[in-house]
C-alpha cells in the first residue's frame, strides 16, 4: 500500500491550481469567437462552400504530440480558424442543397453557448427544475403541433438516430415485453438507415423485417402491408410495428399515415412514425394536411436541428403513452435516491438511455420566443414555395427532367442530353454513367452541393430546399451551374 501522506506535506502541495481565465481575458476571447461567427455569417453566401482534405493532408496540417506547455488562446483560436475552420463543408450555406440541410439561426447558436456556458445537467429535476420545465414546454408546443395528447411524453436527444433507437425501445417493451424472438417489423424500401440500425441494437434480425413495397410516389403500399402482416399471423409470428416516413430521404414522400393508423389499430401493431425532417411542415397549413395520421401514432421522431434550425445536436422523440417511456427506462439505484422524483417533477434521465444530457431545450424555447411561430411558419412555407419555384424552373430546362416531384422539401431530376444512344438499354447506362459524373463535377466545384440517390434502375440527383437563408436567386444560380456542368460533363463522356 502507499503510505499516507503527511497532512502538512499535503497543505504545502496545494497551490489552488485552476483553469479559469481572468475576466477581462474571458470578455476578449469571447468577443473575438462571436465577431467571427457574425462575420462568417455576414459573407456566407459569397463565400465557397468549402473544401475536403485527405486524412494525409489533414495529418500533416494537424497532428502534434499532447501538448505539455500552455499557449495563448489567441495563438490556439488562430490556428482553429485557419487550419480547421476552412476544412468543413459548410451545410448552412444558400447553396448546400444536398441531404438535409442544417442551418441554425443565430438566438440558437447564442443559447447553446448559454447551456455550455453554464454547464446544465439536465437528466434530473433536482439539479435542473428550471431547464427541466423549459424542455417540458417545448415537448408540449411539438405535441400541440403534431396534435398528439396531453398524457404523451418524450425528451430531446441527439438527433433522428437515437430518437428513433429510444422509440423503438418503448415499443419493445411495451408489446413485446423485451422478447423479440418471433416480432416482426414492417418498413418502407425508403426507409432511413438508422432505423435499421436502432432495430439491429435492439436484437431485431435481418429476416425479421419486411420491406414493403412502394407505390410509384415512392409511398408504402398499405395494400401490401395488410397483406403481409395476414400472412406473417398465419404463419405464427408476431406483428410488432410498422413504421411510417413522414419525409423520406431519398424523394420526401409522406406515406399514407391515416390508412397505416388504421392497419396498426386493427392488427395491433404499434405505430411508429419517422417524421425527422418533415413533422416540422406541421406547423403550417399545407403541411398539417400533407401530414394527415400522424396525430394517430404511438411515437414520432422529429429532428429540431433540421427544419426548425437549431444547432446540431437536437432530436426529439414523443411517444403517446408517456408512462411507457418511463417503464422502459427508469432505474433506481441507490445513489439516485436523492434525486427521486414522481412523474410530475420530471427526470428526464428516466425517459431515455442517458443520465448526463444538456439543456438542448433552450435553444428550441429561445429562437421559439425570439422569432414567434408565425415567423418560423413563414420560412417553412418559404421553403415549400422555393422547392415549388426550382421545380418549375427545372421543368423548363432543355437539358433536364424531373423525376419525382415537389414533396415537402426535395425533389429529383436528372440531365438528359439531346442525343441518346439508340438502344434503350445502352441510352439509360449512359444517362446513369453521365448523372453520376455531374453530381461528382458539381461536388467538386464547392460553388453548390447536391446529392444523388438510386430511385430503381435509374441514377438521378436530389435537390433539398430547408435552409431559410436560400433566395430565389440561389435557386437560379444553381440551375446555371447544374447546366454548365452537365454540358461540360457530356462532352467529357463523348
Same mark, same amino acid.
Given at each position: 500500500m502507499t503510505p499516507e501522506i503527511p497532512l502538512e506535506q499535503l497543505e504545502a502541495r496545494i497551490h489552488d491550481v485552476s483553469l479559469d481565465l481572468d475576466p477581462e481575458s474571458m470578455r476578449r476571447a469571447g468577443?473575438? *469567437? *462571436?465577431?467571427?461567427?457574425?462575420?462568417?455569417?455576414?459573407?456566407?453566401? /459569397?463565400?465557397?462552400?468549402?473544401?475536403?482534405?485527405?486524412?494525409? /493532408?489533414?495529418?500533416?496540417?494537424?497532428?502534434?504530440?499532447?501538448?505539455?506547455e500552455p499557449s495563448n488562446f489567441d495563438q490556439v483560436y488562430d490556428e482553429y480558424t485557419r487550419k480547421v475552420a476552412p476544412n468543413v463543408i459548410q451545410l448552412d450555406h444558400p447553396r448546400f442543397f444536398a441531404f438535409v440541410p442544417s442551418a441554425p439561426n443565430f438566438v440558437s447558436v447564442l443559447a447553446d453557448a448559454l447551456v455550455a456556458g453554464t454547464n446544465v445537467f439536465a437528466g434530473t429535476w433536482l439539479e435542473s427544475s428550471g431547464p427541466s420545465q423549459v424542455e417540458l414546454i417545448v415537448l408540449d408546443w411539438f405535441k400541440q403541433m403534431l396534435g398528439l395528447p396531453a398524457e404523451a411524453a418524450g425528451l430531446l436527444v441527439s438527433g433522428g438516430s437515437v430518437a428513433n433507437l429510444t422509440a423503438l425501445a418503448v415499443a419493445?417493451?411495451?408489446?413485446?415485453?423485451?422478447?423479440?424472438?418471433?416480432?416482426?417489423?414492417?418498413?418502407?424500401?425508403?426507409?432511413?438507415?438508422?432505423?435499421?440500425?436502432?432495430?439491429? @441494437?435492439?436484437?431485431?434480425?435481418?429476416r425479421q423485417l419486411r420491406r414493403?413495397?412502394?407505390?410509384?410516389?415512392?409511398?408504402?403500399?398499405?395494400?401490401?402491408?395488410?397483406?403481409?402482416?395476414?400472412?406473417?399471423?398465419?404463419?405464427?409470428?408476431?406483428?410488432?410495428?410498422?413504421?411510417?416516413?413522414?419525409?423520406?430521404?431519398?424523394?420526401?414522400?409522406?406515406?399514407?399515415?391515416?390508412?397505416?393508423?388504421?392497419?396498426?389499430?386493427e392488427h395491433s401493431l404499434w405505430m411508429h412514425v419517422d417524421a425527422a425532417y418533415g413533422g416540422f411542415a406541421a406547423l403550417t397549413?399545407?403541411?398539417?394536411?400533407?401530414?394527415?395520421?400522424? /396525430?394517430?401514432?404511438?411515437?414520432v421522431v422529429l429532428d429540431p436541428h433540421?427544419? %426548425?434550425?437549431?444547432?446540431?445536436?437536437?432530436?426529439?422523440?414523443? *411517444?403517446?403513452?408517456?408512462?411507457?417511456?418511463?417503464?422502459?427506462?427508469?432505474?433506481?439505484?441507490?445513489?439516485?435516491?436523492?434525486?427521486?422524483?414522481?412523474?410530475? /417533477?420530471?427526470?428526464?434521465?428516466?425517459y431515455g438511455v442517458?443520465?448526463?444530457?444538456?439543456?438542448?431545450?433552450?435553444? *428550441?424555447?429561445?429562437?421559439?420566443?425570439? %422569432?414567434?411561430a408565425r415567423r418560423l411558419r413563414e420560412v417553412i412555407d418559404q421553403c415549400l414555395d422555393l422547392t415549388a419555384y426550382a421545380v418549375r424552373l427545372f421543368q423548363n430546362s432543355p437539358h433536364l427532367e424531373i423525376a419525382t416531384g415537389p414533396?415537402?422539401?426535395?425533389?429529383?431530376?436528372?440531365?438528359?442530353?439531346?442525343? @441518346?444512344?439508340?438502344?434503350?438499354?445502352?441510352?439509360?447506362?449512359?444517362?446513369?454513367?453521365?448523372?453520376?459524373?455531374?453530381?461528382?463535377?458539381?461536388?467538386?466545384?464547392?460553388?453548390?452541393?447536391?446529392?444523388?440517390?438510386?430511385?430503381?434502375?435509374?441514377?438521378? @440527383?436530389?435537390?433539398?430546399?430547408?435552409?431559410?437563408?436560400?433566395?430565389?436567386?440561389d435557386v437560379r444560380e444553381a440551375l446555371r451551374l447544374i447546366e454548365q456542368f452537365g454540358q461540360e460533363v457530356e462532352r467529357s463522356l463523348a
Open positions: 468577443y473575438r *469567437v *462571436v465577431d467571427w461567427m457574425v462575420q462568417r455569417l455576414a459573407h456566407l453566401r /459569397e463565400s465557397t462552400l468549402g473544401q475536403e482534405l485527405s486524412r494525409e /493532408e489533414t495529418e500533416k496540417l494537424l497532428r502534434e504530440a499532447l501538448p505539455e419493445r417493451r411495451a408489446v413485446l415485453n423485451d422478447e423479440t424472438s418471433d416480432a416482426v417489423v414492417y418498413l418502407s424500401e425508403q426507409t432511413h438507415a438508422s432505423i435499421d440500425r436502432g432495430l439491429r @441494437l435492439l436484437g431485431i434480425h435481418l414493403i413495397p412502394t407505390d410509384p410516389q415512392f409511398r408504402l403500399d398499405t395494400k401490401k402491408l395488410a397483406e403481409r402482416i395476414g400472412l406473417d399471423r398465419k404463419a405464427g409470428l408476431r406483428p410488432w410495428v410498422v413504421i411510417a416516413n413522414a419525409g423520406t430521404t431519398n424523394t420526401g414522400a409522406i406515406d399514407p399515415m391515416r390508412e397505416i393508423a388504421e392497419i396498426a389499430r397549413a399545407r403541411g398539417r394536411e400533407l401530414l394527415a395520421g400522424i /396525430e394517430r401514432a404511438d411515437s433540421k427544419w %426548425f434550425y437549431c444547432p446540431f445536436e437536437a432530436g426529439c422523440v414523443i *411517444v403517446r403513452n408517456g408512462r411507457l417511456m418511463r417503464e422502459t427506462f427508469r432505474i433506481l439505484p441507490e445513489y439516485m435516491v436523492d434525486v427521486a422524483r414522481e412523474e410530475r /417533477e420530471v427526470n428526464f434521465c428516466d442517458q443520465l448526463t444530457r444538456s439543456f438542448r431545450a433552450l435553444k *428550441v424555447w429561445m429562437a421559439v420566443k425570439t %422569432f414567434g414533396s415537402l422539401g426535395i425533389f429529383t431530376f436528372r440531365y438528359v442530353p439531346k442525343k @441518346l444512344p439508340d438502344s434503350g438499354t445502352e441510352g439509360e447506362v449512359y444517362l446513369n454513367r453521365l448523372n453520376e459524373a455531374l453530381a461528382a463535377r458539381i461536388i467538386a466545384s464547392r460553388q453548390l452541393m447536391l446529392s444523388s440517390t438510386r430511385l430503381g434502375s435509374c441514377h438521378v @440527383l436530389r435537390f433539398c430546399v430547408l435552409n431559410h437563408r436560400t433566395r430565389k436567386e
